[in-house]
């Protein structure tokens, strides 16, 4: 049975805008998760597929990071699980009489959600220099031109390797093994526009950079601040474990420029009191903050608890930290009118702030996106590090930091040494375990690759998953640059614009998703996954492959290696294809933390890895203490008439996946070119709700960065801010605006001014 997909754009993006809700997931969600799934692959195997979801003996839902329960639901996934599930077990295909219709040049035109809804691709595909079509290739000689390409290299750093984070743990270690052995360290990757800031700010406050609480934390906390963060959509699963937190009597702030359905009341799908009842109320203090007012929300707090009698935990500091006098002499500084003007808080809502941090003995923050796509998103989420570590709040049970992760093994990758500034324990474990001289210089991370191929000093770009061109920033600069490449590589399950903005030859390579059979040499596989707490297990697929032509991708991996690195090399790179347990051996051999890697990862559940500051209150940072941080306060400033713009996720999206038009907690339907602004800043901009507007960036390189036809919607955010969609409103961002430290762009704080238009723009975005 095919699927046909809808065979044209829809005509107009036409939004229609309702009420705001108020909750989130219940019976609606349940309803509209099935309705997406079965579409894309009818009843029988939407409940075949989906009751193997996050199950011991099932696979690793492709959605976000957030950890499985110990005891697991029978239908341990939501709403947006299932569309995520749905999207790759989709029965529609991308085959290559598809691409023999459709010329480059016309895919280029269409909307991500139309590229999105076409299907599964199937065969590898290349696209010739000077061709506009692609056409079905071998497999082996796919491999032969990226070889040949890498060969005619003048040097091995013009090359960059891309990884997305569902790569599972044995492709990520081998992807990154391979960049090594052919000489670079260019491994830029998903986390670059991510939670690279958190991984920054935690590595030098706490020398770990991952979250140091487990789920039972959160559980047992008496205080969770979540800040900047979409849980109801983003990772619906974490409101059952708010649920739980909150019903052993834990007290609940949510950060936030805007009011978020599911931190208000949550309907726990899973139990017949959030089917058929009233639901969790969750937040117990609202702080509608302004964009990028948290470093001052946070600073405020340590300073509020350093007036407080007691509310330092004198001890944890004396023993484990460092750099605590001059931080207190700088928080004790702060000017209270720096902290109203940064947060746009009212004074009694932070008093309420300070007055559940004081009373609290086990605190836990999250945060997300909202925290680490600023230009001083490190200083934030270090100034976070400071509030924890005065109250001793870090490794005891039931407190620490929680930074929630996107993609789900985006952990896991990072841990297998996908990064482009490698350290040298690393570098020296697999030239040891090798043989092989490992490349001593630092990569290119995103922004990096980005630059050098705009000009012309990366010549080929591989991905290993993703959707690079829609998901960085600066999208007309971005795609100019992948237009310069030679050969641009990707692997790929899905169709997407990074396919349809290529170098001069470009080579899809369609892969096995998470939800199907892998079978190699040796028999059946599966692969390893990390959760956003460090928590390693199985991931088996069942379903049979989308295609007979698919390879996974180990076995991509291992393909080209042998290819590019020639017959004879020291990494045994045929056994690795054939048995992904002998990879798991030699991680075991050269990753922290993986000793019997094999073993552990049989066991239902999987195994947790270790965590110094979380385990024994040991901090490996530079001065072996866990270290406070005094940076100068700062927030973004707003010239007169202008508006600070975050660019965020629908309800229906999965970054640069589109599932469907609605953001339905939003009450927004049918469109994705809207403009939430405050009524107030819109009726002092003369936009009524339901005009049209220009969007128009602002950065000092003089540049003018336009997003043409947004339907305004009065929304209730915080003052002088605004929101839209990523990846529409990308070509906002500009490539230099980046966090300092981390360089991840900084996608929500973007200066706008918003002109009236008159209407909407097409599909496209044209
Ligand atoms: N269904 C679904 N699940 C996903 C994804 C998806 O696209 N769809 N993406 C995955 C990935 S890769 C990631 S990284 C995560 C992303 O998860 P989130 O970080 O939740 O994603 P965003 O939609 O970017 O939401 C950012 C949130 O931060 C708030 N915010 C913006 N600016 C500020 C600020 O300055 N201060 C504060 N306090 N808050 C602010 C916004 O209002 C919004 O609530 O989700 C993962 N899970
Ligand atoms: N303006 C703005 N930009 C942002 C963000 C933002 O908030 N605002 N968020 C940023 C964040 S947090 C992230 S993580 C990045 C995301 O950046 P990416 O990870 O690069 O983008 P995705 O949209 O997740 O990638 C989707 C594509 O992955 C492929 N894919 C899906 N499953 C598999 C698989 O199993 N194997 C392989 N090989 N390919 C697969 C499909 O072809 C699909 O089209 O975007 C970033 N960009
Ligand atoms: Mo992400």
Redesign the pocket.
Known sequence: MRRRPPATDPVQDAPRVGAPRRRAAGLPAVARSLRMAGEQMGVRRTALTLLRVNQEDGFDC?GCAWPEPERRHTAEFCENGAKAVAE?ATLRRVTPAFFAEHPVAGLAGRSGHWL?QQGRLTHPMYLAEGSDRYEPIGWDEAFEIVAGELRALDSPGEAVFYT????GNEAAFLYQLLARCLGTNNLPD?SN??HESSGAALTETLGVGKGSVLLEDIHRADLVIVAGQNPGTNHPRMLSALEKAKRGGARIITVNPLPEAGLERFDNPQTLRGLAGSGTPLTDLFLQIRIGGDQALFRELCRRVLEAGGGVDEAFVREHTHGYEEFAAAARATDPADVLRATGLAPADIDRAAELVLASERTVVCWA?GLT?HRHAVPTIREIVNLLLLRGAVGRPGAGVCPVR??SN?QGDRTMGIVEKPSDALLDALEAEFGVPMPREHGLDVVNAIRALRDGRAKVFFA?????V????DTEVTEAAMRRARLTVH??????RSHCVTGARALILP?L??TERDVQASGEQFVTVEDSMGVVHASRGRLAPASEHLLS?PAVVCRLARRALGPGHPVPWEEFEADYAAIRDRIARTIPGFAGFNTRVARPGGFTLPHAPRDERRFPTATGKANFTAAPLTWPRLPPGRLLLQ???SHDQ????VYGLDDRYRGIRGGRRVVLVHPGDAAALGLPDGSYADLTGEWDDGRERTAPGFRVVHYPTARGCAAAY??E??VL?PLDATAETSNT?A??SVVIRLTPATGPAGPSGK
Do not use: D, I, W
């Open positions: 492709p790759e999105g997305s984070g569902r790569t998903c526009l991510c996106m796509q996107g993609h985006v290993l998953g993703g959707n690079f829609a998901a960085s920033p692997v790929s399950t899905k169709l997407n892969v998703g998470r991708e660019t965020l996720r999965y970054n640069t996946t990523f990846p409103t990308n961002v762009p996608s929500k």
